[in-house]
């Protein structure tokens, strides 16, 4: 949607509040008009000024620190949904004699002896 303003017609503070009380419309016409008025070799700086200002203005989330315990958590919690996530796959492949056989490795390598699925 493209609004046109007209640059020589001049908003006055009492038609058109900049408080927060102002109609987003009425704010919106407001910056279009400042917009218009700035000459266009100049609105790549404007465009970087509005940016700046929003990026400025914008809480930033604070970085969550973790103890080392919750660390090792949390490594632990995506290993484990890795794995999850892997045997999902394997199961919806349904290749039996893949499976039979990655069990065995599983089972030596976790030391499990006589363990069967």
């Not at 509005?50 to 103890?67: D, E, G, K, V, Y």
């Not at 045997?87 to 390598?109: F, V």
Request: glycine share 0%.
């Amino acid at each position: 949607m493209t609004q046109t303003v007209n640059p020589s017609s001049t908003i006055s503070a009492e038609s058109n509040p900049t408080s927060s009380e102002g109609e987003p419309t009425l704010l919106i016409n407001e910056f279009l008009t400042e917009i218009q008025l700035t000459p266009q070799e100049q609105w790549q700086n404007l465009l970087q000024i509005m940016r700046t200002f929003r990026q400025a203005t914008t809480p930033q989330p604070q970085p969550i620190i973790l103890t080392p315990d919750e660390q090792q958590r949390q490594e632990q919690i995506k290993k484990n949904q890795a794995v999850i996530e892997l045997l999902r796959k394997w199961r919806e492949e349904d290749d039996q004699q893949e499976q039979t056989e990655t069990w065995e490795i599983l089972s030596k390598a976790l030391d499990f002896e006589n363990t069967s699925i």
